[in-house]
């Protein structure tokens, strides 16, 4: 069965710091790879999504950059965070179309 | 494009009773439509799914939804709420096409509230 691993659960950074969430997936290949945040209160925002190794596409400017090294692998980062950057972070990947997405359990980040 | 319209952003129900989430949707191709649950500071999980098969669909936890073309609803009902349902809910469809990600629109969430 595939499953999907997001670290860290939760992160307190200070403005200025950079970032990298990690987000892996077992147990399929060539899967799509998202990220999404989630503010406090509202519905997922989609940030990036990949459709293959080394393609990114993304949905909203920011000062935020996704990466995918390897098959499985999907990664977030950011030179400096920003206050609102702040947010509950979610990684999900699906098979192709039609197909549902699966959510990792997510990164809360606090920025201070 | 498509969207998606949630129409209760809150519903309290009592335990033991039905639980019934109104979603209706917008798409410009024949969709695939999924319910979602969150649980607090959770990842979201898949509850059920319609892609075009049975339009009664079952999902876990004894959820069900059912897809109504006419109407562009896909309603999610549960005969007997449970205090383990209060959490948010999302109904999701599904852009349908691989070059664009097979990207997802969300609902706005209804966040379900049972009483003892």
């Known amino acids: 069965s595939q499953t999907i691993h997001q670290w860290p659960a939760t992160l307190v950074q200070p403005v200025g710091s950079p970032l990298s969430l990690e987000c892996t997936v077992e147990g399929t290949s060539n899967p799509n790879l998202y990220w999404y945040r989630q503010a406090a209160g509202r519905g997922l925002q989609l940030l990036f999504y990949s459709v293959g190794i080394g393609q990114i596409s993304s949905e909203v400017p920011q000062n935020l950059s996704a990466s995918r090294p390897q098959d499985r692998q999907f990664i977030l980062s950011s030179k400096k965070l920003l206050l609102s950057d702040s947010g509950f972070y979610l990684c999900?990947?699906?098979?192709?179309?039609?197909?549902?997405?699966?959510f990792g359990d997510g990164t809360r980040l606090s920025i201070l | 494009a498509q969207s998606v319209t949630q129409l209760d952003s809150h519903v309290s129900v009592s335990e033991g009773t039905p639980v019934l989430l109104r979603c209706n949707y917008s798409?410009?191709?024949?969709?695939?439509l999924f319910w979602y649950v969150q649980h607090p500071n959770k990842g979201l999980q898949l509850l059920l799914k319609?892609?075009?098969?049975?339009?009664l669909v079952k999902g876990i936890n004894g959820f069900e939804a059912e897809f109504k073309k006419s109407e562009t609803s896909f309603h999610l009902t549960k005969p007997s709420a449970h205090m383990s349902d209060a959490a948010e809910y999302f109904c999701v469809v599904s852009v349908g096409y691989q070059a664009a990600g097979n990207k997802l629109t969300f609902g706005g969430g209804t966040r379900v509230l049972v009483k003892p």
């Open positions: 319609y892609t075009s098969a049975a339009t």
């Open positions: 999900a990947w699906s098979r192709t179309v039609n197909q549902p997405q699966h």
């Open positions: 798409s410009s191709y024949s969709p695939s």
